[in-house]
């Protein structure tokens, strides 16, 4: 059981402020999902936390600074990079080689080496290895030590969908031990179905931590859909709720501000006939572009498109 | 720091490139000392029994002609323990094992000093064991404890200074360049240049002076811990008498601790 705490993480580049006054709790038994545009400082952040990076605040593990632990991959697991290992070192000597500091014997090597599926290339030399491959034997790197606590930064790039979900399960059943899992994906449905709690930055600064649930319904997005062939009698009165209404392509009415008994009571009162009725909750998605909409630092224009097109 | 050394040992057995440079070196160092031992073997001049020992375990670079090769090859091994952590973004996976930073810079700096000097007393004992088989006279044992103490030293302090090369520029490929051109090209420049001015004085025999500083171009001055005669000598003219084997030993010795100082400063502050 390990109780991760940030406080006040901050860090610049050359005047530029990547990562601003982070503070955030990772409690126990939970995935704790990390999300934020391209640039937003994730990547920094977790650095941060490890102390590889050098900046302000500090990241404690069960009260611990990390590189006060003793044997630090028996408490924390940390994947960082796509690829960090020799490309001409077997995967199981650089796995044997990571574990040597930290007391690991070489069977719990063989044992992450099948966890991850990496078996039959375990004296293979990585640097031919699919950037899934890759992937998986920094994972391995992870699990290494059994840790309580597990940082991945963006641990599903190049997974195929069933390493994807390999993982998640995976991932679900370390929380469901108790360990702590913070973890940073770009794969928003993924992250819909495995976060518990989310911690959301942009430009470097908090835009929202809590669980998952209350991220989405507090994002605003949440709508009623009502299909109707009154709409003349139904718009006034939604009007008259405060609510607003548009049409949506396929002719369902979309109303915001207002909750389905009270769309229904007003179409009830105005006289309308309503033949469908329901409540469409917001994706974690949609509430992470609201949330972040003004907060990304690269953003691509459609123009580019065009200028490519007309120089063909 | 029992278990940084740990890594470093398991780093250093599980690399190819630590078997194929001390395999070149010491294939190098065997060729050569057969060549040379069976050349003097047969030659009916008379050369110091000294003498044929230094040139067998330098490979002729006592006489200050050539660079000690040994010194060039396992000195890339000094480059790669620091500058494979960059190349292969291997220094975070490294530092979150082992997150003492002065940890891994300490086991890297032993891991180095052990790895060369093995090396230098491995080529020391290849022209020992040259000397037996062909018949040749053992050195004494003075000039056996200078030489072997010369080599292993200088061969040590260059590779500890290509460790320092590669951790300070992060960049393998920059690492190499300076620990291969910094002795031989920037140095020799640096001497072409002080030698001129020198010579074109109004007095150029003149006793001291500014080319005072030629004695503490750092290789070059390391280079006495092995060498028994060399080009400088013949520069004396010029007013310049260089350090000895001590003098010129201290010199290097402080530039390489000056590099590793500055290496570890900036290991200890920067970002991984």
């Known amino acids: 059981m390990a109780l991760i705490e940030a406080r006040a993480l901050g860090k610049s580049y050359r005047g530029h402020r990547a990562v601003d006054d982070l503070s955030f709790t990772v409690r126990p038994g939970s995935v704790t999902g990390f999300l934020g545009p391209n640039g937003s400082g994730k990547s920094t952040t977790m650095r941060l936390m490890l102390g590889l990076d050098r900046g302000d605040g500090a990241t404690t593990f069960d009260g611990v600074p990390f590189d006060r632990l003793d044997r630090p991959m028996r408490h924390v697991g940390a994947l960082l990079e796509a690829k960090p290992f020799h490309p001409t070192r077997h995967a199981r000597n650089h796995l044997r080689m990571l574990a040597a500091p930290n007391a690991i014997d070489d069977r719990r090597v063989d044992e992450v080496i099948e966890m991850v599926g990496l078996t039959q290339v375990g004296r293979g030399k990585p640097g031919k290895f699919s950037l899934g491959m890759g992937q998986r034997l920094g994972i391995a790197a992870a699990l290494l030590g059994d840790p309580h606590t597990l940082i991945l930064d963006e641990p599903s790039n190049g997974l195929d969908p069933q390493g994807i979900t390999w993982l998640r399960q995976l991932l679900k059943h370390l929380a469901a031990q108790g360990r702590s899992v913070f973890v940073s994906s770009h794969l928003l449905q993924e992250m819909a179905i495995l976060a518990d709690e989310l911690v959301v930055i942009g430009r470097g600064r908090m835009l929202a931590n809590g669980p998952v649930q209350d991220f989405i319904s507090h994002s605003g997005l949440a709508s009623v859909v009502v299909r109707t062939p009154d709409l003349a009698l139904l718009g006034p009165a939604l009007e008259a709720l405060g609510a607003t209404a548009s049409t949506d392509d396929d002719g369902a009415v979309v109303v915001r501000g207002a909750t389905a008994e009270q769309v229904g009571d007003a179409a009830h009162a105005a006289g309308a006939r309503v033949h469908q009725l329901m409540t469409r909750q917001a994706t974690l998605e949609e509430a992470f572009l609201a949330a972040t909409g003004l907060a990304e630092e690269f953003r691509g224009t459609q123009q580019a498109d065009h200028q490519v097109e007309d120089r063909r | ?272």
Not at chain 2, 25 to 39: D, E, R
Not at chain 2, 52 to 61: E, M, N, R, S
Not at chain 2, 169 to 196: D, F
């Open chain 2, 1 to 272: 720091m029992i278990g940084a050394l740990r890594y470093e040992y398991l780093r250093l057995r599980t690399l190819r490139s630590t078997y194929w440079l001390i395999g070149i070196a010491m294939t190098f160092q065997l060729v050569m000392s057969i060549v040379i031992a069976a050349v003097v073997a047969n030659s009916s001049s008379a050369i110091g029994d000294d003498t044929v020992f230094d040139v067998l375990a330098t490979i002729g670079a006592s006489a200050g002609f050539a660079p000690l090769f040994i010194a060039f090859i396992i000195g890339l091994l000094g480059v790669f323990s620091t500058g494979h952590e960059y190349r292969h973004g291997m220094i975070r996976a490294t530092l979150t094992a082992i997150p003492n930073r002065t940890h891994v810079f300490v086991a890297k700096v032993l891991s180095t000093v052990v790895v060369s000097a093995l090396a230098a007393l491995l080529c020391i004992l290849i022209a020992l064991l040259c000397l037996v088989a062909f018949g040749l006279e053992m050195p004494s044992v003075k000039d056996f404890v200078d030489m072997t103490a010369g080599t292993t030293i200088f061969t040590v302090l260059f590779s500890l200074s290509g460790l320092a090369y590669g951790a300070l520029t992060r960049n393998q490929t920059a690492a190499v360049a300076l620990l291969l051109l910094v002795p031989t090209v920037i140095e020799a420049i640096i001497r072409a240049i002080v030698i001129a001015i020198k010579g074109f004085s109004d007095d150029p025999q003149e006793q001291g002076g500014f080319v005072q500083i030629l004695k503490f171009l750092p290789y070059d001055a390391g280079g006495k811990l092995y060498t028994r005669a060399s080009i400088d000598d013949l520069l004396s003219f010029l007013g310049y008498t260089p350090f000895g084997a001590v003098g010129g030993g201290i010199v290097m010795a402080v530039f390489v601790a000056a590099l590793l100082g500055g290496a570890y400063a900036l290991f200890l502050r920067r970002d991984a």
